[in-house]
C-alpha cells in the first residue's frame, strides 16, 4: 500500500525498480540461511520510497529515512539511507546531492554510527540488478549509471561486484542461477 500510494503521488520508473528490487530481495533472501524473505521483500519495496515526495536524487534518501521514521518503520528507514552507499561514503552517491545541509549532516551521521547487516547489503546487490521492468545484468546497469550521471565510482562498482560473490557464497549458487525464472531487462533503464 505505500508503494502504491507513493506511485500515485509521484509516478515514474522507480517504482517498477522497487518491485523488481523487491522480488530479487525475496528470492536470494529465500536461500541464504538466517535471512527472512518476506522482510526482505519489503525492504526491496521501500527501499527508494522517499520517492514519493517527488522527483530528488540524493534528496530521496533523506526524504525515504524521514518518512519511514515517522511510520516506525526504523529497519526500513535503515535500508532507505544505506541502500546507495555500498562503501558507507556520502562521495560515492552517484547523482545530485540535492539536499539541506541538515539532511546531509543527518546523511553522513547515520553512515558513520552504521554497521551493516546482511540486509543493507542485500538490498544494496538488488539495487545493482533492478531494472525497471526486471533484473539486468550488474554491469549493465552499472553502465547505465554511468552513462546518466556521468560517473559511476570505482569503489562503488568493485563493492557491487564483491556484495555479488559474498550471496553467491552464502546461496552456494550463481546469481543468474538464483534468479531463474523472474523477468530479465535486456535493455538499460530508463
Known sequence: MLLQEAERRNPGPWAGHSRVAASCAERIADRCPGMDADKAYVLGLLHDIGRRAGVRQLGHVAEGVAYMKALGYDEAARVCLSHSFNTQSVKEYVGKADVTKEEMAAIREGLDSMAYDDY?????????????????????????????????????????????????EKMGMGLQEALQGLQTQDQAAP
Request: with cysteine.
Open 120 to 168: 543493507d547489503r542485500l538490498i544494496q546487490l538488488c539495487d545493482a540488478i533492478a531494472g525497471t521492468e526486471g533484473v539486468m545484468d550488474m554491469r549493465a546497469r552499472m553502465e547505465d549509471v554511468r552513462r546518466r550521471y556521468g560517473r559511476y565510482p570505482k569503489a562503488k562498482w568493485e563493492a557491487n561486484l564483491r556484495l555479488q560473490g559474498y550471496f553467491e
